[in-house]
């Protein structure tokens, strides 16, 4: 493509972003651009749309179809067990803590369809904390939270979330979690005894309750600077004194203003705690 | 840019740091790229640049079977830096980086494959030959001399 096309492009996906928070008041004016441009262009290839202007007219016109938009551009995708040292981590250094608490307040922020959330359910039970723990999950997009309420993944995925599971220090048989049918695996309902799904949008909206341990993974790199810089206060103000705060492998809180009242609690595994 | 494992954390970073005088580096997200320093994309994310030069690491769908995705490195840099970029693709197993080189070329920039006889595996710099017929095709040691000669 040409520089001038790209500049117009460009130009169009800023006054496409205006739109979409005015009408739908979904504010994306802090998502990094380089991935929202590769995202907008992926799905304009899939619906064939000629260009931004139709795109608009599309997305501000129908709220279904503004819905699978949104869907493209927070990308969603994610596994149980993503980087198995986190929750082995989780396991050893910052669950011992927690069962130091009789009730136990944990949020699972952009938890998508909830194969994350799962991985965190089953540490969670084998380390004996499952009944006095609220977990809440929480997502910009509903339909991936309608998901994660199901708990149903494609059975294709088994083995890798198996050996995810062990490398995670899973205690039991995997396979005692779910059922299988019809090609998938149905994790079972018991484990979301505690949990509450909520929408939740970190750009726009505010602090909700406080938490021993707050997970988000993968979501912030989304972001730039300036709205990374606010979603971490928001996560201090949602932390109890001591509460611990996981990033996603390449998240870290090394340049955030918060940083100087953290420590950290396992650098490669990005676990951090609030001291001050 | 190297197709390799997920989930791996082999220390590549030493491996080149100890053969290398440049600083070299897995690239953290937000970080500004620098001049004299070689990056090396984490494993399992895309690695995007920003018009203010930093990258934005991506953990989106898999691109060419690949993440990280040469294509999606090499097009996002091309936009960025224009002709102050040079793509090379070397022995590898599949096209991606070809669509990303071709970019690279189009925006002015210095496309090269290593010489697909040279090669272990001609797939990839093949790709890119057939995709930017105009580009370079290069052996090892000439890429090393080119490389040397940007120092
Ligand atoms: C790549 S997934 C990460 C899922 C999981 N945490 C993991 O690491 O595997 C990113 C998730 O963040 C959600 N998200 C994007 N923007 C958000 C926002 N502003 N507020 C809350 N969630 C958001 C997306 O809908 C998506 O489900």
Redesign the pocket.
């Known amino acids: 493509m040409k520089d001038d096309q790209e500049d117009l492009f460009e130009q169009e996906v800023e006054a496409l972003i205006t739109a979409i928070n005015a009408h739908y008041g979904y504010d994306f004016s802090g998502y990094a651009r380089a991935s929202v441009y590769r995202r907008i262009r992926r799905f304009m290839d899939n619906k064939r749309l000629p260009g931004i202007p139709e795109l608009q007219q599309a997305v501000l016109r129908d709220s279904y179809f503004f819905e699978g938009f949104l869907q493209e551009v ?6 149980m067990f ?1 980087d198995p040292s986190f929750f082995l981590s989780l396991r050893q250094h910052v669950l011992p803590r927690l069962s130091t608490y009789p009730h136990i307040k944990i949020w699972d ?4 369809t909830g ?2 959330l799962f991985s965190l359910l089953i540490l969670l039970e084998e380390e004996g904390l499952l009944k006095r723990t609220k977990v809440y999950a ?4 509903q339909k ?1 939270l309608k998901e994660a309420r199901e708990g149903i993944y494609p059975a294709r995925s088994i083995a890798a979330y198996t050996a995810g599971y062990y490398a995670a220090g899973g205690k039991r048989e995997f396979s005692s979690y779910y059922t299988s049918n019809y090609g998938g695996i149905k994790f079972n309902s018991s484990l979301l005894k505690n949990v509450l799904f909520y929408p ?4 726009t909206d505010f602090s909700f309750n406080e938490f021993h341990l707050i997970i988000c ?3 912030l790199i ?1 972001f730039t600077r300036e709205l990374q810089e606010k979603v971490y206060a928001l996560f201090d103000e949602s932390l109890v004194p001591l509460g611990y705060l996981g990033l ?1 492998k390449k998240e870290t809180l090394t340049l955030a203003g918060i940083s100087k009242d953290f420590e950290v609690i396992d650098k490669s595994n990005r676990i951090y705690r609030k001291i001050r | 840019m190297l197709h390799r494992l997920r989930n791996n954390d082999s220390d590549l970073q030493s491996v080149y740091a100890r053969k290398l005088a440049l600083q070299v580096q897995e690239i953290e997200e937000k970080e500004t790229l620098a001049p004299g320093n070689v990056y090396i994309a984490p494993p399992n994310y895309h690695v995007l640049l920003e018009k203010d030069l930093s990258f934005s690491l991506d ?1 989106s769908e898999l691109e060419n079977f690949s993440r990280p995705s040469i294509d999606v490195t090499f097009a996002s840099a091309a936009r960025v830096l224009g002709k102050g970029v040079a793509g090379i693709l070397l022995s590898g197993a599949n096209s991606d980086g070809s669509k990303g080189l071709k970019a690279i070329a189009e925006k002015g920039g210095l496309a090269i494959v290593q010489d697909p006889a040279e090669a272990e595996v001609a797939t990839m710099p093949a790709a890119g030959l057939r995709l930017t017929p105009a580009c370079r095709v290069f052996t090892l040691q000439k890429i090393q001399d080119f490389l040397t000669s940007l120092l």
């Open positions: 927070t990308v969603n995708v994610t596994e993503r922020a952009g938890c998508s194969e994350e929480t997502d910009i997009n991936v939740h949008n970190l750009a993974r993968n979501v989304y996603g | 953990s």
